[in-house]
């Protein structure tokens, strides 16, 4: 079980950071990742980490202004989002895929396990 949260309303340059906490499995075999959804578009990657922590990958549209990163001990992904925009605007999913690679993963379909959302609204 994923649960997300920290989503909220911003202003245009301001800042906030995503969390996302899971229970019942083992954390550390998961690569996460972070999608954006915005009415009627497919969700889209804005970060992605592995397992270890070690690998990360954005974006250019996030590149340099989200950060990913996570806690094993703590069972959290976060996703630090600052310069924000008002193109960021949606709702942010995490979500989970099980593996034994140290890699990253790009695509939603790769994915098996997702939170709830949190909306995130960056106002101009």
């Known amino acids: 079980q994923l649960q997300a949260s920290g989503g909220g309303l911003v202003q245009a340059g301001g800042s906030l950071r995503l969390s996302c906490a899971a229970s019942?499995?083992?954390?550390?075999?998961?690569?996460m990742g972070w999608f954006r959804q915005t009415p009627g578009k497919e969700r889209e990657l804005t970060a992605a980490i592995s397992w270890s922590g070690d690998n990360t990958a954005y974006p250019n549209s996030v590149k340099g202004r989200f950060t990913i990163s996570r806690d094993n001990a703590k069972n959290t992904v976060y996703l630090q989002m600052s310069s924000l925009k008002s193109e960021d605007t949606g709702v942010y999913y995490c979500?989970?895929?099980?593996?034994?690679?140290?890699?990253?993963?790009?695509?939603?379909?790769?994915?098996?396990?997702w939170g709830q959302g949190t909306l995130v609204t960056v106002s101009s």
């Open positions: 019942g499995r083992t954390f550390s075999n998961y690569a």
């Open positions: 979500a989970a895929t099980f593996t034994l690679r140290n890699n990253v993963y790009y695509y939603a379909k790769d994915y098996n396990y």
